[in-house]
């Protein structure tokens, strides 16, 4: 089946600094999705993304679909302690029943105050 | 807050037991997905409902079965549990399938002892 591969798997980064992540596959997905789980809770939607090419901001977040519509990059600028958690890649194929959604391995990132 | 219930938050249970994982979907959704979360795997797409009828089957054991219910609730029965079982089941619901963006739940921890 379709896999994503999700880099890094982990970052430590000081307060204050900017940090990119990205995701890629072998095969086209028709949406993007960015997640941040915490610990113990449920993965929380940050920015969603629908065309190839598309840029899209959340605040300090930036996040875009790739022209080739298999990779997605995510943004992370000016990071804060709260930043800290697993952020998740998703991708949704181009199906034509259903909608799953088909997850990266995720990174950890770590703030250091 | 996501909108999307489940309940209980905690379940512990012995092998070979059955049992329940109930969500609520967000006010206004009509579609449902359950996903399993382990270390060793990620997370994982199980089934998707809409409308009280299955849309999309992913790698559902045949121990598990699930449901829509006329009131749009979804449950999540596992039975015959191993201790592989042990895991996050995530609930996500949304305005119907294909719409892109999926909103979880809180989750449901199981561990079978």
């Known amino acids: 089946g379709q896999q994503l591969n999700q880099s890094p798997q982990s970052m430590f980064i000081q307060e204050g600094e900017d940090v990119s992540m990205n995701c890629t596959s072998s095969?086209?997905?028709?949406?993007w999705l960015w997640y941040k789980q915490d610990p113990g809770e449920g993965p929380v939607l940050l920015i969603a993304?629908?065309?190839?090419?598309e840029l899209t901001s959340n605040g300090r977040l930036t996040a875009q679909f790739g022209i080739t519509r298999k990779d997605s990059f995510l943004n992370i600028s000016a990071s804060i302690p709260s930043d800290v958690g697993i952020y998740f890649c998703?991708?949704?194929?181009?199906?034509?029943?259903?909608?799953?959604?088909?997850f990266g391995e995720g990174t950890q990132l770590t703030v250091n105050p | 807050d996501s909108g999307v219930t489940q309940t209980p938050k905690h379940l512990i249970t012995a092998t070979g037991q059955r049992v329940t994982l109930r969500c609520s979907p967000r006010s206004g959704d009509l579609s449902v997905y359950w996903y399993q979360q382990s270390l060793d795997q990620g997370l994982q797409f199980l089934i998707q409902y809409y409308n009280g009828e299955e849309r999309a089957k992913g790698n559902i054991l045949e121990r598990f079965s699930a449901q829509q219910f006329p009131d749009l609730h979804s449950e999540l029965n596992l039975s015959s549990l191993e201790l592989g079982d042990s895991a996050l089941y995530f609930c996500?619901?949304?305005?119907?399938?294909?719409?892109?963006?999926?909103?979880f739940g809180p989750g449901t921890r199981l561990t079978v002892t």
């Open positions: 998703a991708g949704q194929p181009p199906e034509t029943s259903g909608s799953r959604l088909t």
């Open positions: 996500a619901s949304s305005v119907v399938p294909g719409a892109g963006e999926q909103y």
């Open positions: 993304l629908y065309k190839a090419g």
């Open positions: 095969s086209i997905f028709n949406t």
